[in-house]
């Protein structure tokens, strides 16, 4: 059973950074899909970034240049790097996967995921 559990939200001032984390297991497939999602208060889910087995990354227009995805394959575990963080960033953020697959839309489409970790919130204060 394949499970993703994310880790590392909380709250900190605006310009501050996070980093987090989603531990991933029950999978044995070496290609994926790997991304961060998030949802904000009345809003609908949004996009972040995502990352495939080939190391191509992808990110949503408002956090390029302020955020970073990576994974560590040896730890099955991946990361998003928060930097200078904006109050419009507070949301709940999801690790989500697909495996078996050598790439990611370009889209950020979260229906592309069939994996979903149960979500960590970012809360950032101005």
């Known amino acids: 059973q394949v499970q993703l559990v994310e880790s590392g939200g909380g709250s900190v001032q605006s310009g501050g950074s996070l980093r987090l984390s989603c531990a991933a297991s029950?999978?044995?497939?070496?290609?994926?899909?790997m991304g961060w999602f998030r949802r904000a208060p009345g809003k609908e889910r949004e996009g972040v970034a995502t990352?495939?087995?080939?190391?191509?990354?992808a990110y949503a227009d408002s956090v390029k240049g302020r955020f970073t995805i990576s994974r560590d394959n040896s730890k099955n575990t991946l990361y998003l790097q928060m930097s200078s963080l904006k109050p419009e960033d507070t949301a709940i953020y999801y690790c989500?996967?697909?495996?078996?697959?050598?790439?990611?839309?370009?889209?950020?489409?979260?229906?592309?995921?069939?994996?979903w970790g149960q979500g960590t919130q970012v809360t950032v204060s101005s």
């Open positions: 989500a996967a697909r495996f078996g697959v050598s790439d990611c839309p370009q889209s950020l489409d979260f229906s592309y995921f069939g994996y």
């Open positions: 029950g999978y044995r497939a070496s290609w994926y899909c």
């Open positions: 990352i495939s087995s080939n190391s191509r990354t």
